[in-house]
């Protein structure tokens, strides 16, 4: 689930129709299931800039951050507070100034640490 979310510069739409943009209130209501794919698109005259909440049910995974506003000399994305419970691997996007490209995620449960045993 998203929630959070927040543009500063730029609008989201609808990834299928760059015409139809989309309110922050769609973008809260968007839920990816398990083992599935969620996408979200942003884009601005002159690049965008947002953030957004990753939740597992009420548990907060994560924030993510991205800035690929004109004008800057690289994009920014980047994963901010982010809970210990959860793996996330992010990677796709282009660094260098201009557009910024797909941004894959990847989330998974934490390797749980094994308890040593005391002798």
């Known amino acids: 689930m998203l929630t959070a979310i927040v543009i ?3 609008e989201f739409h609808n990834p299928e129709d760059r015409t139809k943009f989309l309110t922050e209130d769609e973008i809260d209501n968007v839920v990816i299931p398990s083992f599935g794919v969620g996408e979200i698109a942003a884009r ?3 690049g965008s800039e947002g ?3 990753l939740f ?3 548990a907060k995974i994560c924030e993510l951050h991205w800035d690929n506003r004109t004008g800057e000399l690289v994009n920014i994305v ?3 507070d982010s809970s ?3 793996r996330i691997e992010h990677g796709g996007w282009s ?6 490209g797909h941004v894959y995620i990847d989330i998974s449960e934490a390797a749980k640490k094994k308890a040593k045993a005391v002798v």
């Open 8 to 10: 500063h510069s730029g």
């Open 44 to 46: 601005g005259r002159r």
């Open 51 to 53: 953030r957004l909440d």
């Open 56 to 58: 597992h049910g009420e």
């Open 78 to 80: 980047e994963v901010l």
């Open 84 to 86: 210990d419970k959860y």
């Open 95 to 100: 660094p260098e100034a201009g557009p910024l």
